[in-house]
């Protein structure tokens, strides 16, 4: 086949799937679905916009269900529903003869991952989680550092997802309000979202998945605990969670995630080595060092490397990772290649989130978390797709603010 023939399902975060896959040369977008005339509306309007910019016709049949866009015989399927029906919605599509890009956290339970492991095999079909944060230009930075022996041998690694997401209450018409606003505005019968009492720590695919990555690794075992239930807005869930994982090269891989605290949103990550370590803010946006050869008095090196490369186009979501998301996709099967991130790595994403809530549910008792390969992990093919960088970017000395006393 020349181009993809893609069908979106779930037209709320899938608008962004939409945008991305009408912007491929390799895809050809026929279809989209969703329940919500709104939400169907706006895509109308965001294809006459892209078709306007652009100068190209786009023929993409807007339908109210799945079956409507299953019709259409599409040769893959982006999922962006409902959480608790991705995998329901996955399998449905592989078993339709579609391959499936899915959005996180991709399965709310082991079982379903379960599902979806043998749905690849039997079918046959391509499949990759969307976990767009791999695909951040600093990860590519990090694993080549590493290769080279900057920090020396790495041992601790650290991830954070600090995002407050009050919105737990979904409108009829669509979108989300907080219970405070739904009070204040006399809304009743309102139905809490598929996040509303998600535990913190199984969305941690954003954090996890690109550390696993970049150590080439897989986690173990778990221990977790929750944090108190004070927020009042998200009354159905813990105001956070914070796991430790133990991987199969014995690294320790720290994950917190918090929905519930009210902060400026952003991601953290961190690597501890041996002789020197790396760390990096959504918040300020640029990486710190220190490598190999620096002394405590050198201090850290600023480094210029945040979501994008250069030459991204960050108008696509997440610095232009979206985008680049939906190409590997795209390109994996077009080539006849691997899934960058199959569903058994993209089980290695989820399933450490699943098994860390159940331990924080029997007060921190570790956990283990077995093998669902069915043959040994034998390494990423990740780097495979996206590449290491040559060029080394900017740096300077980090400076410190001036320390107030009074």
């Not at 409902?82 to 995998?87: E, H, K, P, T």
């Not at 039997?122 to 695909?135: D, I, P, Q």
């Not at 018409?173 to 979202?193: M, N």
């Amino acid at each position: 086949m020349e181009k993809l023939k893609v069908g979106i399902l779930g037209l709320g975060r899938g608008l962004t799937h939409l945008r991305n896959f009408l912007a491929l040369d390799e895809a050809e977008v026929i279809g989209a679905a969703d329940r919500l005339p709104a939400w169907r509306q706006r895509a109308e309007e965001l294809i006459g916009r892209v078709a306007q910019q652009s100068g190209k016709t786009y023929s993409c049949k807007l339908v109210p269900e799945f079956e409507d866009l299953l019709a259409m015989k599409p040769d893959a399927i982006a999922v962006a529903t409902n959480g608790r029906m991705q995998v329901q919605h996955a399998c449905q599509a592989m078993d339709a003869g579609c391959h499936v890009t899915s959005e996180v956290p991709g399965a709310f339970t082991e079982r379903e991952l379960i599902l979806l492991r043998d749905t690849v095999v039997r079918t046959g079909k391509t499949y990759m989680l969307a976990e767009n944060t791999c695909f951040w230009d600093f990860f590519r930075y990090w694993r080549k550092w590493l290769l080279e022996g900057r920090f020396g041998q790495i041992s601790i690694a650290n991830g954070e997802y600090l995002h407050f997401i009050p919105n737990t209450l979904d409108l009829p018409q669509g979108g989300r309000v907080t219970p405070s606003q739904a009070k204040a505005q006399g809304l009743t019968g309102l139905k809490p979202c598929w996040r509303a009492d998600q535990p913190p720590i199984q969305y941690l695919t954003h954090d996890l998945g690109p550390l696993l990555e970049v150590l080439d690794d897989r986690c173990v075992s778990v221990t977790c605990r929750s944090a108190p239930w004070r927020q009042t807005e998200t009354p159905l869930r813990s105001d956070g969670q914070i796991a430790l994982f133990e991987t199969a090269k014995g690294n320790l891989i720290e994950i917190m995630v918090t929905l519930s605290t009210r902060r400026p949103s952003e991601h953290r990550y961190r690597l501890f080595g041996t002789e020197g370590s790396v760390e990096w803010s959504l918040y300020e946006g640029f990486g710190r060092r220190f490598e190999r050869g620096r002394t405590e008095r050198d201090g850290w090196e600023r480094v210029e490397i945040g979501m994008a490369a250069r030459g991204d186009d960050t108008s696509t979501g997440h610095g232009g990772a979206d985008l680049k998301t939906a190409r590997a996709f795209a390109r994996a099967i077009l080539g006849g290649k691997p899934s960058p991130i199959d569903a058994f790595r993209a089980i290695e994403y989820c399933l450490p989130g699943i098994l860390a809530n159940r331990s924080a549910e029997l007060g921190g008792v570790p956990i283990s978390i077995p093998d669902l390969r069915l043959e040994p992990f034998a390494g990423t093919r990740f780097w495979d797709v996206v590449g290491l960088p040559e060029v080394e970017p900017p740096t300077e000395k980090y400076a410190l603010p001036p320390l107030r006393l009074e």
